[in-house]
């Protein structure tokens, strides 16, 4: 019992000591060169050019010719999803995917909202644009940039991006409109890919603070998760007096004796402040912390030291990639799937929107390109980039979806975020949030914006 308590107030001084230091600092704003061959000499183009979605006859035979050629290994008898993906449900995706799912329909639908292009940084910047239709008398829109992950893309947007818009129209309050920049990270989708190795989040971060300030913004809101939560936390980190709050769904902490405290069990875990709900959440932890990680982590490993191996097989075969990235949807969305026999892949998802966003990935030929950030970002180590000792120091907030990969508690987001002013236990949900539930993401990032607003 002494010991105990022994431990709990030298954690308790050792986490006092970690979490007082509250030194402002910002990631420098510099510069940077991604595109094939030197830096030219003559100014960089900065228009802002249209951009359309489009496919051809020739494009849509070939990927209909490598479908046909696909060779199925029978799963194991009761694998499920336990062994991957279960290559019995997968023939049916590839089924529905050769002879239903329509391309060309889903283009237009890609194009319902403006694209644009820009050249930043020596790369072609795709990204989508959309204002509100209708506002307030005498209102103006807040600008909001949302940014993806992998194996995300913009098109994860597609169903939020009309409750931030016009959220009066689908039954929210319209006390916030937004106006919605999504990018497209570089090496994903329509955005170019780096030519030169290093291009990091720190390097899509000032590409994405210039894009927004291209456009003529210069104080804005960021959101995003998995990718786009680093990448929007270094944005907060380089310029923070440009950005009026930061929304996550993902917590960027690496740097952090919290972390530890769960190893010590559920009582520290009460005395060190834990909610209920934090400790539902976390306990037991190693099946839902450590199992959980190592089981999902393997893809991880792969694109973190060598992505163009892995890579090379998925650019040549559409069921491949499909089969690699659908996956992640699996278990990402609701760890208990991976017990279906289906996955659980059509309880959230229609497997139009999951082959459409698969499918800007085979048009495109950006499986490899997309890897590689892990690389770029994980390839030296974790706990070596100087963002990752920084806090940040912007409103921020913070939804906590219950079938996210890790739980991060709130005593664990402060420390990297002192001023999170929103923290919200979400009802439902996992990893892909704005494709899952777009309607509770929304309604989170309104709650948000108002707290942020009254600072």
Not at 390 to 412: I, Q
């Amino acid at each position: 019992m002494w010991l105990e308590l022994l431990l709990a107030s030298v954690l308790g001084l050792v986490i006092y000591w970690f979490v007082s230091r509250d030194k402002e600092e910002t990631l420098p704003l510099e510069d940077g060169w991604w595109g094939p061959g030197s830096k030219p000499s003559a100014r960089e183009d900065e228009s802002i050019r249209p951009f359309k979605v489009e496919t051809s006859d020739e494009e849509i035979k070939d990927f209909h010719q490598r479908i046909d050629g696909f060779r199925a290994s029978p799963p194991l008898e009761g694998s499920r999803f336990h062994y991957g993906f279960n290559s019995n449900y997968l023939k049916k995706v590839v089924s529905y995917w050769r002879n239903e799912f329509d391309w060309r329909k889903q283009v237009e639908i890609l194009n319902q909202y403006p694209h644009f292009k820009t050249k930043i940084e020596g790369l072609d910047i795709h990204f989508i644009h959309v204002k509100p239709p209708q506002l307030p008398s005498g209102r103006t829109p807040k600008p909001l940039m949302m940014v993806h992950g992998w194996p995300g893309s913009f098109y994860e947007f597609y169903k939020i991006i009309p409750l931030l818009t016009d959220p009066k129209t689908h039954g929210l309050s319209d006390e916030h409109v937004f106006e919605v920049i999504c990018p497209s990270i570089p090496g994903y989708g329509y955005s170019e890919a780096s030519s030169k190795k290093g291009f990091d989040s720190v390097a899509a971060a000032r590409i994405f603070y210039k894009l927004m300030s291209r456009l003529g913004f210069q104080k804005f809101y960021l959101q995003g998760g998995d990718w786009g939560s680093l990448i929007c936390t270094n944005m907060a980190q380089m310029v923070p007096d440009h950005v009026k709050g930061l929304h996550l769904t993902v917590a960027c902490i690496t740097r952090s004796i919290y972390t530890l405290t769960p190893l010590l069990g559920q009582r520290f875990g009460r005395l060190l402040g834990y909610t209920e709900r934090d400790i539902e959440l976390l306990y037991p932890f190693k099946e839902k912390v450590i199992y959980n990680i190592i089981r999902e982590s393997g893809y991880l490993h792969i694109q973190a030291t060598k992505p163009d191996t892995v890579g090379c097989a998925l650019n040549d075969s559409p069921v491949g990639l499909a089969a690699y990235m659908l996956e992640r949807l699996t278990s990402w969305t609701k760890s208990e799937y991976r017990d279906l026999e289906d996955g659980g892949l059509q309880r959230k998802y229609s497997l139009e929107d999951l082959l459409t966003n698969i499918t800007i990935y085979w048009t495109t030929g950006t499986i490899v390109s997309s890897q590689r950030f892990y690389k770029e970002n994980m390839g030296q180590g974790i706990m070596v980039h100087r963002h990752e000792g920084m806090k940040v120091f912007v409103p921020t907030g913070l939804s906590a979806f219950p079938s996210e990969l890790l739980h991060a508690p709130e005593k664990w987001v402060k420390v990297k975020y002192p001023k999170l002013i929103s923290y919200s236990y979400m009802e439902r949900g996992g990893h892909f949030a704005a494709f899952e539930e777009p309607k509770l993401l929304a309604q989170d990032i309104q709650k948000f914006v108002s707290l942020a607003e009254r600072q």
